[in-house]
């Protein structure tokens, strides 16, 4: 079972996937979220299960942490306050923390996370990125839609016709 869950929910973001402005004039590489509760030193959590292949200082984006998940794809975190997980971590669930909301690197101008989804290791710094929040999204919609599949399938056949008893994986 693969959960997926966002880093913080959409009413934190002050910068979404995409918008072109003067900070961002080829359009914004990432989501941000630096209001409510995504202020400064607040826990930033990891979309889903996954290992760390990437924590690094880089003079832009500050410490940046990058994980690799089950779907291949990359999800990185920038920003971060302090340097991240060593590489090779593995995060046993989704939403585990791995790091806080920070102010690191030269784009940043206020306490932020700028994160979003990517093909590459390094896509964070070049190369084609996702929409995070979509993305997330999407996957918890897959993961929904394969769910009563995986609960009816160990359902026995040679059960005669008496009226079977509702399974309890079937409770929500
Ligand atoms: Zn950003």
Redesign the pocket.
Known sequence: MSDWVLPFPDNCIT?AHGVVDDL?PNG?????YGKREAKLGAPVKAIALGRVVLSEYHHNLGNVVVVKHATGKFSYY?HLKDAGPAVGTYLRAAGEVIGKVGNTGQ?SFGA?L?CGVSDERTGVYAGKVYDIVKYVKEQQALAKKAAPKAAAAPAPAAEPAKKPATPKAKAE
């Open positions: 910068c961002h914004h590489r990432g989501t941000d920038c784009y932020h700028h």
